[in-house]
């Protein structure tokens, strides 16, 4: 089912994941994020970013963990674990952020 | 993502739902569009769930060959005397009601079709027999219910014959795939370990990136340089983790557990990046060519590395097709050390350190919570951890008590053999069944609500990936946090103290007290 943005059109898969992850803008994801009633924030838009540059270098998303030490690092250590990353995410800064982010969903016993 | 669940009530004691015909009907997994489909060498029509031209011939042939080649899948389509002894052990019955997720349901909706085109009685008086002609909604229904199947195996403790749904399902599944119905979510994963060397897709400069910010995590927490090596030869161990082990939580911790583990024990060891997954999901497609290329990956990463023992991480399917088949599949392991197990679990290994006094355990620092422990089916019912009857319900215990103060287990007709499914094993851990793996968890949840309740439990440890991954997101919906969850080796780490460790902090609050 394709996701309508700007008068242009994006494939996406089952569950809403955008099929080319080349086509990626930053209106595709607030779109996504409008449509699951979830608003995003400068904070927000901070994991997101990360994401699209860790995917970018390493081809998948971070890990939990190499996420909230990233985060930790950057925005203090209180900031540096998965409580906050699921407050910004309830759904989880995998699969959550990774589908705003374009990036395409974990898979494999996560 | 918004969607609304209804989750199951839970109990003090358990109680047997009364039936809601149909009410899972409309459950089953997205399928593997053309893509996926031929990604697995499987035919597709051109939409994917349309079947293949000559589906029907195919499918009968497919199970004319099984019948033949498996001679238990033969036994379990004719031995059935509808007793009903099954009836209300499959957790995912018992959470969503649905008559058809009575094990002999589900066996039958094979057997019908068995029985019609397979036996005397079925093709000349199908009437009589429960026998039913193969059409496109008997298809449709094996694809709805067979995926409502975690291939647990708790239904044959309790039959009397041993009819084991678990093989069932998989020979059901295996020919789904072959006329054109495929999961979409098994049927992605497995090309990616072929392609990339395990399930989430990580390739190898992910895992270095992930693994060296480990060390620097274990070492500003402990000042002890503790290695995680990847594909480093001449190491004694190749250890084989499922690769959530590298990526979620509390999976991550828990592969920290062994670094620190075989750190302590002074056993050099590596991970592989061409072996850097343990999960063998051509067990939950029913697939056995697939069992075996994935099964392959491990003997070429030992061979090349020129490890001499094989060790097996936190992971329950991944265990029963080792402990079952490695040798079928990949051996003979000749060129191992033959003086330890082929292959050996990590609980073995660290048991065996424990025995022998090789590390240094702080219980109380685990004195923050109170264990109970959940026995993965896999582990439980089709395989063994130690070398005795029953090793694998002891052993994990008995670590866990080694390292922890507190412990209590569940009920004792949902641990040990009788252990219920997590509700998201054999291939079901797939957003797209998030109402089933809700409904499925309702035994093990309401076993853990209740020691909760009566015994102060605290966190549930679990030697799955797949168990760890479906508790951090069904425990919410119960009314539990998703750190409730732990892995087995999370607990031997926090534990664990090492040669050295928090020598340097000490070093600064002389610094600090001499100021």
């Known amino acids: 089912m394709p996701i309508e943005v700007n008068g242009k059109s994006f494939e996406t898969d089952e569950e809403g994941y955008l099929a080319n992850l080349s086509e990626w803008e930053p209106a595709i994801g607030e779109a996504m994020a409008a449509a699951e009633d979830q608003d995003l924030t400068d904070e927000h838009w901070d994991i997101i970013n990360f994401l699209r540059d860790y995917y970018e270098e390493y081809q998948i998303a971070p890990a939990v963990r190499v996420l909230t030490k990233a985060v930790g690092k950057r925005l203090g250590k209180d900031k540096g674990n998965s409580k906050y990353l699921y407050e910004l995410f309830p759904y989880g800064p995998g699969k959550q952020a990774c589908k705003y982010a374009g990036l395409p969903k974990p898979t494999g016993c996560v | 993502m918004a969607i609304k669940y209804d989750v199951p009530e839970t109990h003090e004691f358990p109680i047997i739902p009364s039936i809601m015909e149909g009410a899972m009907a409309h459950s089953a997994p997205f399928l593997a569009n053309k893509e996926f489909q031929s990604g697995m060498g499987f035919p597709s029509a051109e939409e994917p769930g349309q079947l293949i031209d000559g589906w029907k011939e195919k499918f009968l042939e497919l199970l004319q060959d099984k019948l033949n080649k498996y001679r238990s899948l033969l036994v379990f389509m004719d031995t059935c005397v509808k007793c009903g002894a099954c009836t209300d052990k499959c957790h995912?019955?018992?959470?969503?009601?649905?008559?058809?997720?009575?094990?002999?349901?589900?066996?039958?909706?094979?057997?019908?079709?068995?029985?019609?085109?397979?036996?005397?009685?079925?093709?000349?008086?199908?009437?009589?027999?429960?026998?039913?002609?193969?059409?496109?909604?008997?298809?449709?229904?094996?694809?709805s219910y067979f995926h409502q199947c975690s291939e647990c195996r708790r239904c044959a403790v309790f039959c009397p014959f041993g009819i084991d749904t678990a093989e069932v399902t998989m020979a059901a599944r295996d020919m789904l795939a072959q006329i054109g119905m495929g999961q979409k979510y098994s049927n992605q994963i497995i090309p990616k370990i072929h392609k990339i060397g395990n399930n989430l897709g990580l390739p190898e400069p992910a895992m270095l990136d992930t693994l060296e910010g480990l060390e620097e995590g274990i070492e500003e927490e402990t000042n002890v340089k503790v290695r995680l090596p990847l594909d480093?030869?001449?190491?004694?161990?190749?250890?084989?983790?499922?690769?959530?082990?590298?990526?979620?939580?509390?999976?991550?911790?828990?592969?920290?557990?062994?670094?620190?583990?075989?750190?302590?024990?002074?056993?050099?060891?590596?991970?592989?990046?061409k072996a850097s997954e343990a999960a063998n999901f051509g067990l939950f497609i029913g697939n056995y060519e697939q069992m075996r290329q994935i099964s392959l990956r491990i003997r070429d990463a030992a061979?090349?590395?020129?490890?001499?023992?094989?060790?097996?991480?936190?992971?329950?399917?991944?265990?029963?097709?080792?402990?079952?088949?490695?040798?079928?599949?990949?051996?003979?392991w000749d060129f191992?050390?033959?003086?330890?197990?082929?292959?050996?679990?990590?609980?073995?290994?660290?048991?065996?350190?424990?025995?022998r006094n090789l590390l240094n355990i702080d219980?109380?620092?685990?004195?923050?919570?109170?264990?109970?422990?959940?026995?993965?089916?896999?582990?439980?019912?089709?395989?063994?951890?130690?070398?005795?009857?029953g090793s694998q319900f002891t052993t994990p215990r008995e670590v866990i008590k080694a390292v922890c103060n507190n412990f209590h287990d569940m009920s004792v007709d949902t641990i040990n053999d009788q252990t219920?499914?997590?509700?998201?094993?054999?291939?079901?851990?797939?957003?797209?069944?998030?109402?089933?793996?809700?409904?499925?968890?309702?035994?093990?949840?309401?076993?853990?609500?209740?020691?909760?309740?009566?015994?102060?439990?605290?966190h549930m440890a679990a030697i799955c990936a797949i168990c760890k991954s479906q508790f951090t997101k069904v425990l919410p919906y119960y009314g539990m946090t998703m750190d409730q969850i732990v892995s087995v080796h999370q607990l031997v780490s926090n534990a664990i103290v090492l040669e050295g460790q928090g020598e340097a902090s000490e070093d600064n609050e002389a610094v600090e007290e001499a100021a």
Not at chain 2, 339 to 353: A, G, M, R, S, V
Not at chain 2, 365 to 372: A, G, I, R, S
């Open chain 2, 232 to 273: 480093e030869k001449g190491a004694e161990v190749l250890l084989v983790t499922p690769s959530a082990d590298f990526f979620a939580e509390p999976h991550i911790d828990g592969l920290i557990g062994y670094a620190k583990v075989f750190h302590a024990a002074g056993v050099t060891w590596t991970l592989s990046s």
């Open chain 2, 303 to 332: 061979k090349e590395l020129g490890v001499r023992r094989l060790i097996f991480g936190e992971c329950g399917h991944a265990w029963r097709v080792a402990y079952n088949h490695l040798n079928t599949l990949a051996g003979p």
């Open chain 2, 336 to 355: 191992l050390d033959q003086n330890y197990p082929i292959p050996q679990h990590i609980l073995e290994f660290t048991k065996d350190c424990l025995d």
């Open chain 2, 363 to 389: 219980k109380s620092e685990n004195d923050h919570m109170t264990l109970t422990f959940h026995d993965s089916c896999n582990i439980a019912r089709a395989s063994r951890i130690g070398d005795e009857p």
């Open chain 2, 92 to 143: 995912y019955f018992i959470g969503t009601a649905d008559p058809k997720n009575m094990p002999v349901a589900r066996q039958d909706l094979l057997r019908k079709v068995y029985r019609r085109y397979f036996t005397f009685a079925g093709k000349y008086f199908p009437w009589l027999v429960g026998a039913v002609d193969l059409t496109e909604d008997v298809i449709k229904d094996m694809y």
């Open chain 2, 420 to 458: 219920f499914c997590c509700g998201g094993g054999g291939g079901l851990l797939t957003d797209d069944l998030m109402e089933l793996r809700i409904k499925g968890a309702q035994p093990r949840m309401e076993s853990l609500k209740n020691v909760v309740a009566d015994h102060g439990v605290t």
